[in-house]
């Protein structure tokens, strides 16, 4: 039982993990690791080409930033304020010391610092409405709906 993952949504799959988590010998030299934690999806795929599509519409049509820029403004000016309330990423943060950095230099880092691979489904649909409530009535941004998304 090598690295098994559960996610518990009915009682067939918690018995199914109890069952698996009984299977696993004792044995003090080679201890098992169980953490059971409220599931938090990761951004669907859906959002995650959505962001990628938007940046370049942003690039595309107002020609002043890259795709890499324009995500990095949108992570700054829009993830940021949905990451705050996430207490072990504002930690990551903190220890980085962005907030003692210049503007310009934010934005340099944030072309390659993660922050949307830790958002959930929940964190990243806020992010992609604050996106669309702001940029949209200055770029054609394309349509969340085409990518299945509302």
């Not at 009915?10 to 953490?35: E, G, H, I, M, R």
């Not at 903190?94 to 610092?113: G, K």
Request: proline letters at 5%; aromatic letters at 12%.
């Amino acid at each position: 039982m090598e690295g098994e993952f559960w996610v518990i949504r009915t009682d067939q799959q918690k018995a199914n993990a109890a069952a698996a988590v009984s299977l696993c010998p004792v044995n003090p030299d080679k201890p098992f690791c169980v953490q059971v934690k409220t599931y938090d999806e990761k951004r669907s795929k859906a959002q995650n080409r959505l962001s990628h599509q938007w940046y370049i519409d942003i690039s595309a049509q107002g020609k002043e930033y890259t795709p890499k820029q324009a995500k990095a403004k949108c992570k700054y000016h829009y993830g940021l304020p949905v990451m705050r309330a996430d207490e072990m990423y504002m930690k990551y943060w903190d220890i980085a010391r962005f907030d003692e950095r210049s503007y310009p230099d934010i934005l340099e880092i944030l072309e390659e610092y993660p922050m949307t691979k830790f958002m959930g489904v929940k964190q990243m649909s806020q992010y992609l409405t604050d996106i669309q409530n702001e940029l949209g009535s200055k770029y054609q941004l394309t349509d969340p709906s085409l990518y299945g998304l509302e």
